[in-house]
């Protein structure tokens, strides 16, 4: 029958297992709220009146908000995959250095924002709560930092290896496809993590990015994020 075809579908068990994960609800969230933003903002821009304009508002801050109490305890996570990057025997200290960075960078900012998360839903108001935030972005901002630095020395270290590869044995064929596929993937996250740095940046006041490029911003590195981990429940 049709409906037991669609029940039983491949694609349907991929879906369930993608959505069991809240890494997966997470970056689906993401992706509206960050979209939202960019519709909002263009809505405002061509002049479209204020009850078009508020749904969207609402989507950015409740979805938001919503993500602040999924993320809540995570910090713990990246403040044990700090101790492992310090632990690990990685024979080059930059991509060391620049993994213990990333880490302690999104422990603290996941840190800053829980304590943030009981201001923003009215649990128990603080004074302290706009220090908080903006504390938790430029954590956020160094664990990118830090991320950056590591895919662009990594691309630097593929390239020199690619060029010391002539192709003309099987060995070398499948080193360079590897080197290639590797590649391919640093400069995903590299285009994800400069992405996502336009968030720290325009709220610190470090950079004037208006919504609409923070929203596109957001929503592309957070369509990166779904299709990664798509990808790993398939």
Known sequence: MVADALVYHPSVAHYLRYIATTVGRDKLLRTLQYFSRFYAWYLLR????QSQIQPFEAMKKQFGLGRKMMRVGKNIEHFKAAAVAVDSKVADPVLKYCAVGRQLGYALYLSFDAIAYLDAAGIRPSQAAKWLQQEAYRAWFFGLFCSTLSGVYTLYQLRIKGQAIDK???EDVVE????ERERSATNIQLLSDLCDMTIPSTALGWANFDDGFVGLAGTISSI???LAVWKKTA
């Open 176 to 179: 360079s496809k590897r080197l």
């Open 224 to 226: 990166i994020g779904v």
């Open 168 to 170: 003309k044995t099987t």
């Open 46 to 49: 061509t002049n479209r009146p």
